[in-house]
């Protein structure tokens, strides 16, 4: 990034994070402005396709949960993933992904880990939440914690290890190889999304699945004794 | 001996970390891809498990990056 603007950056990241949010933003209104058909086509196809993944995703957390959970998992996805992809553009400021410095990251993180605790709270009541903060063990609080900075510097260290490397490479060959580097960027940029909203799903049906369904998981299971049965033909 | 330092600290941090990753990472693909060829109709849940044990690994690596660009800033 050129010394310039190197002072400008804590702003740089909160005006490219609103922008990615105006245009999610956007993105929401032009896609239910026209009445939502049975047949979805075009825009709908596209958009439904998203949702039915995190939908699915909720569902089998917890169903009577699927409005509360699918959008918030499905918010935190759609905005990494854009926030991410702004370093393909080619304009000079807003092509600085905010997740490439360590404070996107982090507020990413930090907003997953609260809204898990308040959508545990919602489900189990505050207490309910509370108590899985510090039972069984007292120390789940600590894990808490590891569990935020594991997600925020996962997040930063791909995007921003990825981000300098472009840096470095073009300072060193400005044409045509930066092109190649960019191209394998683009596979943790989708990927890193993906991780850190299922790493959040787990978090999270960890946080709100209730105790029956815990105590029926961790039931043995009667296996067939015979050759398990194959699916499909 | 600052240069020496500011070239090895980082580096002696980071290869030894990406070394033991790739040998795990080798080990959760080779398991993944010959589950899925034994059995292609769970294909979709191997690889979500696959990307999330990936991650866990690469999780380690990411730290000692982290520590890695620290010690160079400190030197």
């Known amino acids: ?163 300098m490397v472009v840096l470095l490479v073009v300072k060193a060959a400005p044409y045509g190889i930066p092109l190649i580097i960019h191209a394998l960027g683009l596979i943790p940029a989708v990927i890193q999304p993906m991780v850190f909203t299922l790493l959040t799903a787990n978090f999270l049906a960890e946080a709100i699945q209730s105790e029956e369904k815990q105590r029926h998981d961790a039931a043995p299971v009667e296996l067939p004794s015979s050759e398990p049965a194959r699916s499909g033909k | 001996m600052q240069a020496i330092l500011l070239v090895f600290i980082p580096t002696l941090t980071i290869v030894p970390a990406a070394i033991a990753a790739a040998f795990a990472m080798r080990k959760i693909s080779h398991a993944a891809i010959e589950g899925m060829t034994r059995q292609p109709e769970i294909a979709p849940q191997l690889f979500t498990a696959m990307l999330v044990a990936m991650a866990l690994v690469e999780a380690l690596v990411i730290y000692c990056l982290v520590i890695a660009l620290m010690v160079a800033a400190k030197i």
């Open chain 1, 1 to 163: 990034m050129p010394e310039a603007i190197r002072h400008l950056l804590p702003y740089i990241v909160i005006v490219n994070f609103a922008l990615v949010a105006l245009v999610l933003i956007a993105l929401a209104f032009i896609t239910t402005r026209r009445a939502l058909t049975e047949v979805p086509d075009g825009l709908q196809n596209a958009a439904e396709f998203v949702l039915e993944w995190f939908v699915r995703l909720a569902r089998d957390m917890r169903p009577d949960g699927v409005p509360v959970i699918a959008p918030f998992l499905a918010s935190l996805f759609l905005f990494i993933l854009l926030s991410n992809l702004l370093c393909i553009l080619s304009f000079p400021v807003i092509n600085i992904p905010p997740t490439a410095y360590y404070s996107g990251p982090l507020t990413l993180a930090l907003i997953a880990m609260i809204g898990i605790t308040v959508l545990s709270a919602r489900f189990k009541g505050v207490v309910g939440a509370a108590r899985h903060l510090f039972w069984p063990n007292p120390l789940q609080i600590i894990s808490q914690i590891g569990h935020t900075l594991s997600l925020s510097l996962r997040l930063f260290g791909n995007i921003g290890g990825e981000f």
